[in-house]
């Protein structure tokens, strides 16, 4: 079974940073995309970032852009998404999400029925 582990949310200072990570398994292919989903409470989900694993390729929201960089080790498996400047608005559970193709990169990043495998979510809560 293809499964996606997130962690390494917490609670965290405005001006904070925290790094998440996305730890995926039972995935047979190297060519997919992994995004970054959030969604705080009474609001819709919404995209962060994204990166095609096996060439590199990231996409970011605006709202995070210059703040947030997602990267990936391939030989853990695992994408990380490291978040500087943290603002209260950043408080939400984040989601980790797997497209089957890359593509989705260039094409509609933060479209969720791009995304075949969804991890648990892992609370971020940022105090002001």
């Known amino acids: 079974d293809v499964q996606l582990q997130a962690s390494g949310g917490g609670l965290v200072q405005a001006g904070g940073s925290l790094r998440l990570s996305c730890a995926v398994s039972?995935?047979?292919?190297?060519?997919?995309?992994i995004a970054w989903f959030r969604q705080a409470p009474g609001k819709e989900r919404e995209g962060v970032s994204c990166?095609?694993?096996?060439?590199?390729?990231?996409k970011y929201a605006d709202s995070v852009k210059g703040r947030f960089t997602i990267s990936s080790d391939n030989a853990k498996n695992t994408v990380y998404l490291q978040m500087n400047s943290l603002k209260p608005e950043d408080s939400a559970v984040y989601y980790c999400a797997l497209a089957l193709s890359s593509l989705v990169v260039l094409t509609t990043p933060y479209s969720a029925s791009e995304y075949h495998y969804w991890g648990q979510g892992t609370l971020v809560t940022v105090s002001s």
């Open positions: 990166i095609d694993v096996s060439d590199g390729i990231t």
């Open positions: 039972g995935f047979p292919f190297d060519d997919y995309a």
